[in-house]
C-alpha cells in the first residue's frame, strides 16, 4: 500500500511541475473555456480536465493488474 501512495505523490508532483511550465508557455487546449472582460478573467480547461482524467484512469487501471 506504501509504494502505491508514494507512486500515486511522485506522479502528483510531476503533474504540477508540467502544469506549471505548460502555464508559463500559454498551453491551452481547444475548448477550453477563456473569457477575458475588463477586469475579469475566467478560465476553465474542461477538455485538459478530461485529457487528463483519461490518462489517470489508464495508469491506475494499468497499476491496479
Known sequence: MWKSLIF???ILIIIGV???YLEKFNFKLPG???IKKDNFTFYF???TCILLS???TL???I???
Open 8 to 10: 500515486i505523490g511522485i
Open 54 to 56: 483519461i490518462i489517470l
Open 18 to 20: 508540467l502544469g506549471y
Open 45 to 47: 480547461p474542461i477538455v
Open 63 to 65: 497499476l491496479k493488474k
Open 32 to 34: 477550453d473555456i477563456l
Open 59 to 61: 495508469i491506475l487501471n
